[in-house]
């Protein structure tokens, strides 16, 4: 099994509608990217998290870290086009961000 | 300043040819890594590192060799490329000593898609 894991693994969403991505790690979280990548292109960064408890916002995406459970959550509130991508999360392990681990990934769509 | 800038953006090999791929960021990081992007598996990590003149193995090093001998640039490179290693490779960079945290924002180049026959 993967080392982090995201769920779900796709999703489809009516535009304006929120939705949720939660990224579950097996091992303790030093530091989690949240990373939105278009097909065929580059990751941008959207977020990064490293305390138990935070939670960062950007436009209309916030995302939180339950150091507790070992998991993150990426909520986007009113979702539109712009939204549809493909959602990573990625883990740094107590060593730093020089070594990430990432989860499959996030299939997002956005009907209008 | 340009970020991270990897070249090709595409390359066909075949099966048993070597390449180099390039990478260069202009953002004076220290961390320097290559990722392969495989369908369904995320991004996995190739070989790291934290300086010039230091690198390590990272999950999936069998077949690629790495070299810093500057800040700036990260070479990988395939030594006899085989269909297994068709993929998208990216390089990313981390953490500036005037930041003063190994948390810095770790930023993506735009990715080469490598296809071997």
């Known amino acids: 099994s993967q080392e982090l894991e995201q769920s779900p693994q796709s999703l489809i969403v009516q535009e304006g509608k929120n939705l949720t991505i939660n990224c579950t790690s097996s091992?303790?979280?030093?530091?989690l990217y949240w990373y939105k990548q278009k097909y065929g292109e580059g990751l941008i960064f959207l977020m990064m998290?490293?305390?138990?408890?935070e939670e960062k916002s950007h436009e209309k995406i916030t995302a939180k870290l339950d150091e507790k459970k070992q998991q993150s959550s990426l909520h986007i509130t009113a979702s539109q086009p712009s939204h549809a991508g493909i959602y990573l999360c990625?883990?740094?392990?107590?060593?730093?961000?020089?070594?990430?681990?990432f989860g499959q990934g996030t299939r997002l769509t956005i009907n209008p | 300043n340009a970020g991270v800038t990897q070249t090709p953006k595409f390359q066909v090999l075949k099966t048993g040819q070597s390449m180099t791929l390039q990478c260069a960021q202009d953002?004076?990081?220290?961390?320097m890594s290559w990722y392969r992007q495989d369908p369904g598996m995320g991004l996995r990590l190739i070989h790291y590192?934290?300086?010039?003149?230091?690198?390590d193995q990272g999950e999936v090093p069998n077949g690629y060799n790495v070299s810093r001998s500057t800040t700036e640039d990260f070479p990988l490179r395939l030594l006899s490329a085989a269909p297994s290693q068709t993929s998208v490779y990216f390089c990313?960079?981390?953490?500036?000593?005037?930041?003063?945290?190994?948390?810095?924002?770790?930023?993506f180049g735009p990715g080469t898609r490598l296809t071997v026959l």
């Open positions: 990313a960079s981390s953490y500036s000593i005037a930041s003063g945290s190994k948390w810095d924002t770790q930023y």
């Open positions: 091992k303790t979280l030093y530091g």
């Open positions: 998290l490293q305390k138990g408890g």
């Open positions: 990625g883990a740094g392990r107590i060593q730093g961000a020089q070594k990430l681990v």
């Open positions: 953002m004076n990081h220290e961390y």
């Open positions: 590192s934290v300086g010039a003149g230091i690198t």
